[in-house]
């Protein structure tokens, strides 16, 4: 049993690492990678969500009738997201200020929906918990790894701190939404290249 | 009128739900690959959006409003786009089949396409009035459609280029997408 879990854990940081090997969820990787401080806490944001709407589905999974299921696990995510939203106001009003619109959109993240779908919907509790775990980290990695590129080569900073010297010329291309398509693009080809056997 | 004009200009072209505003890349990237299924999201979407914007809006200022409830807008907002969804869904198949055999398979996409939840969420922050609303709902969907049709007819071409084996499919469509970004990007500071 544990042993299942762990490997549910790690199959979401290299085999199955969201938005690289399973391409859901790209709206938030895209808009709020500008800077890596956004970035991390989108990627916590959704962790949690995801942990708790894969246990609570896992929970719920006999009980909630094949018919409405999809319509029940959004009900559920939308519950948590609130609880996020609710939270992120009271403990970091800034961040939740930067991320804004995306904050609601996490209803609507194919990977929170689509973990709830093929996984918790089928899976005991432990592993749920563990494949959140493992896809919402996984996902906090890309978005990280994203977002530092992007600050790095788009501002000249690393979490707001400079650097490079005062003569650096911002590559703001990589800050802008055309930016955004291209590296992940390239990323994606970086993966396509490591992964191959 | 001329508010209308720019505000029509400004939700298509300059602020493209997908292209600058990066919302509803999942069926952006997921349907595109052919032309005819990119129209048929593009008309979906359309309709979908126009409905879903005007309802969330009178929803949003008439009920959660009203009773001091705005916490619950996520909540609210993602219920009255499923039900609309699978409403329109039932309504298309039994009065107008021609329709739904053209619009059927995505109709339950849009549920998760962040493009409708997200237009109806700006529509709120802006604090358009209830026409502005519908006209921005539906430039969006307009922009939203444009942007993929064009995308469909560039990947179309795609598929016969010799593109290098680790770029193939979805990473050659991201930097495609960029590119294209790149060209509505010229739009900016237009309105």
């Known amino acids: ?197 | 009128m001329t508010d209308y004009i720019l505000l029509i200009v400004a939700c298509i072209f300059v602020n493209n739900i997908l292209l600058m505003q990066y919302l509803g890349n999942c069926p952006f990237l997921g349907v595109s690959k052919k032309m005819e299924t990119a129209v048929g999201m593009a008309m979906a979407v359309i309709f979908v959006l126009v409905m879903a914007g005007a309802i969330t809006w009178i929803v949003d200022v008439y009920l959660l409003k009203t009773f001091g409830l705005e916490y619950l807008r996520t909540l609210s907002f993602i219920l009255v786009i499923a039900s609309l969804v699978q409403f329109v869904e039932m309504f298309l198949r039994k009065s107008i089949p021609g329709l739904y055999a053209g619009l059927g398979i995505f109709l339950p996409l849009i549920t998760t396409n962040c493009a409708v939840m997200g237009v109806c969420l700006i529509n709120i922050m802006e604090e358009y009035s209830f026409t502005q609303a519908l006209v921005a709902s539906f430039s969006y969907a307009v922009g939203f459609g444009l942007a993929l049709v064009l995308f469909a007819g560039v990947r179309e071409r795609i598929i016969l280029a010799r593109v290098p084996k680790p770029l193939q499919d979805t990473s050659i469509g991201l930097v495609t997408a960029g590119m294209l970004s790149l060209a509505f990007f010229a739009f900016k500071g237009m309105v």
């Not at chain 1, 762990?6 to 709020?32: D, N, Y």
């Not at chain 1, 200020?97 to 919907?121: D, M």
């Open chain 1, 1 to 197: 049993m544990a042993k299942t879990a762990v490997q549910e854990f790690t199959k979401g940081l290299w085999a199955e690492i969201p938005p690289f090997r399973l391409v859901l969820g790209l709206c938030p990787v895209l808009a709020v990678t500008k800077t890596v401080e956004n970035g991390i806490g989108m990627g916590v944001a959704t962790t949690f969500v995801l942990i708790c709407s894969n246990i609570l589905i896992s929970l719920l999974r006999n009980v909630i009738p094949k018919k409405v299921r999809i319509a029940c696990f959004i009900v559920v995510i939308a519950t948590f997201v609130t609880v996020v939203e609710l939270v992120m106001q009271a403990f970091a009003y800034p961040l939740f200020l930067k991320l804004g619109i995306f904050i609601p959109l996490i209803v609507v993240n194919c990977i929170v929906l689509g973990r709830a779908e093929a996984f918790a919907a089928k899976n005991g509790v432990v592993a749920s918990f563990a494949d959140g775990l493992g896809i919402g980290v996984g996902f906090t990695l890309s978005l990280t790894a994203l977002a530092i590129v992007r600050e790095i080569l788009g501002n000249g900073t690393f979490y707001d701190i400079p650097v490079f010297g005062p003569s650096f010329e911002p590559f703001s291309f990589m800050v802008q939404a055309p930016g955004a398509f291209v590296c992940l693009g390239l990323m994606l080809c970086i993966m396509n290249m490591l992964g191959k056997k």
